[in-house]
């Protein structure tokens, strides 16, 4: 749904003269008005219209030039003051769920004064381990995003086994599979070469992506998860035949905070952080990271990290 600049500001709850479009047509104006005004006293101080036409164009410049500084930075506010709403917005739901599980399992416990058996202390225990696991996760997160944007984020290259490191983080995905209804299919290449990364963030980043891919696909399609040479890296690569990324969604797709309709509308977990940590992470290893998507029918994401030396791994 596209909204006017004014109801985007109204919106970003900026006063008038805060909004940058509007203060791009002031400037506008400013610069016109600036233009006239040095025009006319040229003329009238000097007879010669080389020197008028100077004057015009050096205070031109000089108010586009100031112009240019000052809508650039009201935008840089307004994308953080968004940035900064989305985030809240964001991060209280994800927090909220497991706070209230941690809740009503501790006044379940406070409350209920009978015996419990060693299976649902063994219950309660899982419930309260697993609402915690995933508030540790959205503040990692964070952390991580602040390391990023700060520049101090610390990796650990080393030389990778591709098809080893896939296996692995696709085996952790079997109770998942199972419980979802969808088949995996890993395709590997022969004679892999090492790759040079971190192999704990790649394995976090493939199995987010993996993690997706299963998520946003319904019972009974499958998933497809490739490792192969190109040139010299090797694409990882992970294709599912779910619901697809909306065309308005895909610009922002890497974005900081950003979750497509597809997300909120299956409810699924996050706080649109996965995407934007690992292109930073694949980017510093020196390989790239996209995908290819269509609505309704699929998306392929993929990432490529350089070869580190050849021989064959798998």
């Known amino acids: ?102 809740k009503w399992t501790l006044e379940a416990g406070k409350n209920d004064h009978r015996g419990y058996s060693p299976q ?53 995905f079997d109770l998942l599979l199972r419980a979802a209804h969808i088949t995996a299919h890993l395709i590997i290449a022969d004679n892999l070469p090492y790759v040079f990364g971190d192999a704990k963030r790649v394995t976090a980043i493939l199995q987010r992506m993996i993690d997706n891919a299963i998520r946003y696909s319904e019972a009974g399609k499958s998933i497809v998860i490739g490792i192969e040479k190109t040139g010299t890296y ?15 969604d895909q610009p922002h797709i890497f974005e900081k905070f950003f979750r497509t309709a ?13 995407l934007y940590i690992a292109r930073a992470v694949i980017e510093r290893l020196g390989g790239s990271i996209g995908f290819t998507s269509e609505e309704g029918k699929g998306s392929r994401f993929s990432f490529t990290l350089p070869i580190h030396q050849e021989g064959s791994v798998y």
């Open 1 to 102: 749904m596209k909204t006017t600049f004014l109801a985007e500001c109204s919106m970003l709850q900026l006063k008038p003269w805060q909004c940058p479009p509007i203060l791009f047509m002031v400037m506008g104006a400013f610069i016109i008005l600036s233009m006239l005004a040095t025009y006319a006293l040229a003329q009238r101080y000097t007879q010669e219209p080389e020197i008028a036409a100077l004057a015009v164009i050096f205070i031109t410049v000089i108010s586009l030039i100031i112009g240019t500084f000052i809508v650039s930075g009201f935008n840089r506010l307004v994308d953080s003051h968004r940035i900064k709403s989305q985030f809240i917005s964001l991060a209280s739901h994800q927090l909220r769920a497991p706070l209230s599980v941690l």
């Open 120 to 172: 649902e202390l063994e219950n309660f225990m899982t419930t309260l381990a697993i609402a915690t696991e995933n508030m540790v996760r959205l503040v990692d997160s964070l952390i991580e995003i602040n390391r990023i944007d700060a520049g101090t984020l610390v990796l650990h290259p080393e030389p990778i086994a591709p098809g080893k490191l896939a296996a692995a983080a696709l085996k952790q």
């Open 234 to 248: 090797v694409t990882f690569s992970v294709e599912d035949s779910g619901i697809g990324i909306p065309k308005q």
């Open 262 to 274: 597809g997300a909120s509308r299956m409810q699924t977990e996050g706080v649109g952080t996965g």
